[in-house]
Structures are given as structure tokens and as C-alpha cells.
């Protein structure tokens, strides 16, 4: 009787972890700056999800478990960065703060680990897109500049 209350009981819940709509992911760091579970996830100056736990790895780095909310996962993609910060609403702890360097990208899928990076690593990233970006812009006006005076 006790067993089959135990087995009725666990199937929701079982359920419910098979449909959560939260994205679980993980972010490899090679140094923590004192970030523990529990600690926020920021995007855009929203809190977007937690840290789960915080493990440490034998090759010296830090595994650190994820759980974006499922309004937010849509944002989490192939071009996201994470960092870890002082939390803006509490300097005494820590939070990863994730950043987008590019445009559209494939979200990333349940259990993915990615590698995490720094403020700076992430802000050259991102002014390298941008450069990118201006380099084939003026190429192009250049280019349809060319034609304007060959016409003239």
C-alpha cells in the first residue's frame, strides 16, 4: 500500500521535471570569484534564471548548472556570453551575466555546456561583430560610390 501511495505520488513530479519549460545548461568557467548556488542569472537587467550548483572539475575549472526560466530561454543562444559580476542589487554576492556579441542564433538546446567568458573577452567579441559589420558596409558604399563616378 505505502509503495503504491510512493509510486502515485512521484509520477507528477516526474512529469512536471520532464515538462518544465526551463532551459538547464552549463557554464564552464576557469575561475568562480566566490559564485555559489542559488546566485541570480542577468540579462538586460533582468533576472532571468539561477545557479543550480557549482562543481569543481579535476582539470582545474569550474562547472556551474543553469536553469534560465522559460520565458527567457529563446534568448539564450549559440551567440549569448556569460560572465560573472557583483550583483547590481547586492555587491556582497555574486551573479552570471549573460550578453549577446551578434545577431540571431540557434538557441542553445537543454544540457548544453558552454564556456564562459569575461566582461572584456566578451565587449571585444561583440566590437569585432560591429567593425565587422562597418567594414562591409563602407566597402559596399564604396563600391556603389565606384560606379557612380564611372558613370559620370
Known sequence: M???MLILLSI???SWGCFSSDLNMKIRFNQINGLKGGERVLFEEN???????V????????LVDVAIQGDFKNA???NSRFFIVNDPSNPRRKAIEMTTVKGEG??????TVVKGATRLSALLERLE???SKTIADLKK??????????EV
Open 12 to 14: 507528477p513530479l516526474i
Open 106 to 111: 540557434r538557441p542553445i538546446k537543454n544540457g
Open 2 to 4: 505505502f509503495r503504491n
Open 129 to 131: 561583430d560591429d567593425m
Open 141 to 150: 558604399r564604396f563600391k556603389g560610390f565606384s560606379e557612380d563616378l564611372k
Open 76 to 78: 539564450v543562444t549559440e
Open 55 to 62: 562543481f569543481y572539475e579535476k582539470e582545474g575549472t569550474y
Open 47 to 53: 533576472d532571468i534564471g539561477r545557479v543550480a550548483d
